[in-house]
Each structure stands twice: as structure tokens, then as C-alpha cells.
């Protein structure tokens, strides 16, 4: 947990100031819509199909108990009643009033909240992995960089007008949770062979309309150079990338029209006439944001306490155990995923009194710490192993219990039609009939790990390209079509799926995926063998002929 | 369009010349680049100040052997969304140490005044008058800044090395945030 100073609520609370000042001044006209808009993009909002939408960053998804509280009362106070976890690490709220944004604001500022760098052609919220600091498998904590990262790139006066927005993640774990190879900057921490730990940089990844991976264009940097080097990155692109055409914006068409190569020498050239300036990072810098994350005292504590092996005894926990609870860095601890996925609901929506309850065992049970995955649920992440039950009674009794994370009802998915004004086709209908179908978690278990990603339109908010499973919908003379890709996957092995076959109409969509599980079921060679592996092994056309022989 | 220097609206004493017209002796004048790089060794040796009006598609590198007797670059802002300018500002000012004026041109808003300042622009042709009687409200709006740039505010980089070489540990009383 990273505890503002007075510098981050100065900036905050003037940041409310001036956001205050721009609504009345558009209020009363003085801007126009088109001068107000980069503004309030800014700022988080966004003008939706039927109203504004305010979204609130959450940087590297970690959020207080007191900041969950300060959510619930916004979903509360000025919308109805519920807000929406997104694909990088924020909550939307879909239906605020524009003459009470300042206020909805300045309550969120009093939490340290605000929606600066969620949306515009600026620098988004950085992301990265929700198991952040507690992870088994990680180096060291990847937060204390991206705060680094989060702070520079704040209201950055040379990349506030970028070609295009402009997304940055970050792993310090050998399997990678924060997809970085499909942002527009990745880095991966690691350590080199001389035992000093960097970033492996790359840059041009995304999806969209045209969907890359992520190229190395530095193998290894140090972490002094973190902050100059990513400049350097910005400034090469804020220059060159393409402003005449709006789908070629991205940092990814640059590189990929450049050639990676190029675009390295480009970067590396710039970067040497600044590494050695102001943004060379001092140690004290690093140490000053560092010692302001606070970790939690843990009491020392066995594995396997006696609570925990007599709750086993029980179908139902046994079942949540293994699959919503993960192993964590220290002994006698857990890392606790909650389902927002439950049955029939829209992926990553969690209510005001779910939120106020998850604040209230946050407190009890996590030191009052709460985490946001890309995969639009949240955890837990200091629960003790002898909680453990009593903590899975009370989420059950606010619906966020559901065995499901990681299997095939675990959809992402972007609000699609029912919100958006870009959406060709809804995804939430799609992604609820798709867990009512496999309501049945024996059926879903038997699948095991299978991620479904559904996106409403070409911009890919719900990363199609990278689902196991990956629904796109498009329009065709008017009616909602899917077109289906399999095989992708964001982790540290990332590849982007290959389409199935033609789309198919809305009503035979929840079919085609109970096809592909069909087919996956008799293709497989074992049991253990993943979906995406087998996929990976027999490849598009099985798959193609089971879906396609009956249509 | 009014010009803001020094955070005043001013009377704006260069006269801009377009590519083939005479240039006025005597007078300061703002030139088109190309009539600048083809006309330099005359225009070197001109009594009165001479600027130049540079465009955002080019590298501002091929300037420098001219920075020492231009008094003023003009750079262009098409539109505000088109933030290219940005880098020339602050690649003029602190790569090349051009000390004249840098002047922002072409759609320029209130709610930009201060990035443009940061950046190292000392001029402002702002697009509506309101917006330059503003001008010392906007550049004020904040009073923290994260990162270093052409203006010389302080930032939180040097705050915090100077905390963090001391060790000092947050106090509880400060809320917390992600």
C-alpha cells in the first residue's frame, strides 16, 4: 500500500480545483464540447450511450479498505447503486450527471482517488500484477516502479497530447499476470546473469484493429535509467507517430512501420543525450517511494493450520480452496481471489453494499488491503490460512464466492452495446449466457483453465485476441454477429488467436463455445491437458470442423 | 490573436513575412523556415530581430546552427490535440539552451497555458482573448509537479531525494492510498 505524502494530495485536491473550474466554463459555454472533451477525457470521462461515465484509476490495482468505502459511496451518492471493475485496473461508474462530477471528484480526492490517467491521449494507468508484493514467484515488488513510473508520467507536460492514449505494464514475476507484452510498453523484471536487476523493455504491443505483441527493444536496463529511458520512448513517439489517421495512432503502427530495429537505434540515440540528466534515478529517490509502501506485520504463522485441514473436510471449500486461493510469499498466508462472475451477472460488476461489505473483510481478515486484476475480479491478498473459512462463509453471503476463477464461466468482457457508443454488439448478454451454460462448475472444472475474452467491437476493451477463447462481435446488415478466435493467451508465452471461421449470429453464439469445449473434451490427450495446449498441439482445423460440420 | 509575454497581454512588435515579400529593415520580423535556411547569411546580418515560424513535422535539430542570433522560434500548434510541439519546446530549450523567445502558435487554450509553459514556451499567441487575461490564474492552478522540465519549477524528484537520503518514514496519520 503506497501512502500519499503531501505532495501526491496537494496535486490531487488542485487537480479537483481546476476539473471544477472546466465544468462550469462548459456549463456555461465558454468551452465548447470539442475544447471540453480532451478535458474531461483527462479526468475520466467519458460521454456514453445514455449518460457520462466517470472512471477512477486504481493504480497497480491496489486499493484500501477506506478507498473501497469511498467507491461504494459513489455508486451510491451519484450513481445507481453499483460501478464496473475494467481490464486495466479501474472501476467505471456508468451513469454520473456532468453538474455532479466536480463533487463526485472531490469526495474520491478525499480517499486519494481521481481519474487522472484513465483516459485521452495521454498515459494510462499503469498496470500491473495484483498479486504484487505477495507473489511467490516474484523478485521484488514491481509497484515501487510503476509508482515511480506513475508519478513522472502525471500530467506530464510534454505527453499530455500524444498521437494516441498510451498503455505501460509491469511484471517482476517469472509467469506473468500483467500481460505486458500487449501494452504499449512492457517491462519485465528480471535478474541478468551478473545478478543485477532490470527491465526487459518492450514496446508496441496492443490489440485493436490491428493486434501486436509487444518487441524487445531492450534486453536489459538498469533501474536507474527507468525513468529516462521511457521518456525517451514517449519523445520518439510523441514526434513521429502518425497523427493523420486515428487507427494508425498507436505506438505499434510507429514501430511496426519503422521496424523494430529502427525505432530501438531511434530510442537509444535520444535516451543518451538524457540518461545522465535529471531523470537518472538517485537511490534516495528509490528509497523515499519505497519506504512509502507499507507492508503488513505479519504474526508468524505455520502452514496447513488445524482450522484449515478440518474445513477441507467440506465438498463445497474444498472445491473454493483449490480454486480461488493461491499460494503466498509467506508461510501460514493465502492469497484470496473473489469471484466477480458470478452465475448469469455482468462480468466485473460488484454493488455498494458488496463493495462496503468486501471493505469491511478487507479490514477483518487482508490488513485492509484489496487488489484489482485484469481479469475483473478482485482479492485478497494477507488473508491467514486459519481464516480461510469463515472468510469463504462471508463471501458467499455476498455472492463473490463463486469456484470459478480461471475456468470458462471466469469471462472478460467489455460493457459492450449495453453502454458503449463504439460497441457493434453487446458482450454482457453473450458472457451471461455463456456462465449459464456452464453453470454446472463439475462440467467447468472438467474443462479446467480456459479464459473466454469478449469484446463489442474492434477496439478490443475485452482483449479478444488474447482469450483461449476470444469473442469479437461486428455488425452485419444490421444484426449483432461473432466472430471466434482460438489459441491466444497474454502470459509470459503471449500469441494472439487465429479466427475460427465465419461469425456467427447472436443467437448461436453460447453454441459455438459449447462446441469448442465439446471438441476440446474428445481432442484432448489427457485430462491435464489445457485447452490452449491442445489447441497449441492439433492446432485450428479439429476445432473448425466440429464448430462449422452443423452450421 | 492577443499575445501574452511575461503574463501580460502585450503589443506584439514582430511582423511576419511571408516567403517571397521584401524584409523590413529595421524591423523584427518572423520569417517561414525555409526562407530562413535559404536566406541565413543575409539574415545573419540584419540590425533588427529576426524570429522564425517553425513547423511540428520538423526536426528542430537543423535549427541549431541558427539558434545563436535568432531572437525568436515560433512553433505551431494546428490544432490543441497536436501535442508535437511539446518536444521541439523542450528540446530547443534544454538540448540546443535557446534563450530567445519560444512562442506558441495556432490553437492555444487556457487549459494548455501551463503544460506550454512547463515545456518552455515565454510566448502565447492565445486564440481567445479571455483565455490570455487568465493567464496568471492558469499557470498558478498547480503548486506540484512531478517531474522536471524546461521551466525550472521544482520537482517531487528533488523533494524526495533530499527525504529519501534522510530516511524519513511516513507518519500514520496520513490516509492511505493505491
Known sequence: ???????????????????????????????????????????????????????????????????????????????????????????????????ELPDAMADLARAGLHGMQTSGNC??????????????????????????????????????????????????????RAAVKIHDIGLRMYRNGAGETGFEVTVGGGLGRTPFLGKTIKPFLPKRDLLSYVEAIMRTYNQYGRRDNIYKARIKILVHELGAEKFAREVEEEWHSIKDGALALDPAVVADIAARFHYPDYEELADNPPELAKAREGERFRTWLANSVSNHKVSGRAIVTLSLKPEGGPPGDATAAQMDAIAELADRYSHGEIRVGHEQNLALPHVAQRDLPALRRALDEIGVATPNVNLISDIIACPGLDYCSLANARSIPVAQEITRRFRNLDVARDLGRLHINISGCINACGHHHIGHIGILGVEKNGEEYYQVTIGGRADERAELGTILGPAVPYGEIADVVEDIAAAYLELRARPDELFIDTVKRVGVDPFKERVYAAR | ??????????????????????????????????????????????????????????????????????????????????????????????????????RATGQVLRDQLLFLQRAGFDGFEVTKEADGAAFAEAVRRYSVFYQPAADGRASTLTARRARGASGAVPSRREHVAG
Not at chain 1, 30 to 53: C, D, I, S
Not at chain 1, 143 to 165: D, G, M, N, V, Y
Not at chain 2, 44 to 69: C, F
Open chain 1, 1 to 99: 500500500m503506497y501512502i500519499y505524502d503531501e505532495f501526491d494530495r496537494t496535486l490531487v485536491d488542485e487537480r479537483v480545483r481546476e476539473f471544477r473550474d472546466q465544468v462550469a466554463r462548459r456549463l456555461s459555454g465558454e468551452l465548447t464540447e470539442e475544447e471540453f472533451k480532451p478535458l474531461r477525457l483527462m479526468n475520466g470521462v467519458y460521454l456514453q450511450l445514455h449518460a457520462y461515465m466517470l472512471r477512477i484509476a486504481i493504480p497497480y490495482g491496489t486499493l484500501s479498505s477506506d478507498q473501497m468505502r469511498m467507491l461504494a459511496h459513489v455508486a451510491r451518492r451519484y450513481d445507481r447503486g453499483y460501478g464496473h471493475f475494467t481490464t486495466r485496473q479501474n472501476i467505471q461508474f456508468n451513469w454520473i450527471k456532468l453538474e
Open chain 1, 123 to 176: 498515459v494510462r494507468n499503469i498496470t500491473t500484477d495484483q498479486w504484487a508484493g505477495v507473489a511467490p514467484d516474484e523478485i521484488e515488488d514491481p509497484r515501487i516502479w510503476a509508482e515511480l513510473l506513475r508519478q513522472h508520467l502525471t500530467l506530464h507536460p510534454e505527453f499530455s497530447f500524444l498521437p494516441r492514449k498510451f498503455k505501460i505494464a509491469l511484471t517482476a514475476s517469472a509467469h506473468d
Open chain 2, 1 to 102: 490573436m492577443p499575445l501574452v509575454k511575461a503574463g501580460h497581454i502585450v503589443e506584439d512588435r514582430f511582423v511576419r513575412v511571408l516567403d517571397d515579400a521584401p524584409v523590413p529593415e529595421g524591423a523584427a520580423v518572423i520569417l517561414p523556415a525555409a526562407r530562413l535556411l535559404a536566406d541565413a547569411r543575409e539574415l545573419v546580418l540584419r540590425q533588427a530581430p529576426t524570429g522564425v515560424i517553425w513547423p511540428n513535422d520538423r526536426k528542430v535539430a537543423e535549427l541549431a546552427p541558427y539558434l545563436d542570433w535568432i531572437s525568436l522560434v515560433a512553433l505551431v500548434f494546428p490544432n490543441f490535440r497536436d501535442g508535437r510541439a511539446y518536444s521541439q519546446a523542450r528540446l530547443l530549450r534544454e538540448r540546443y539552451a535557446f534563450r530567445g523567445e519560444l
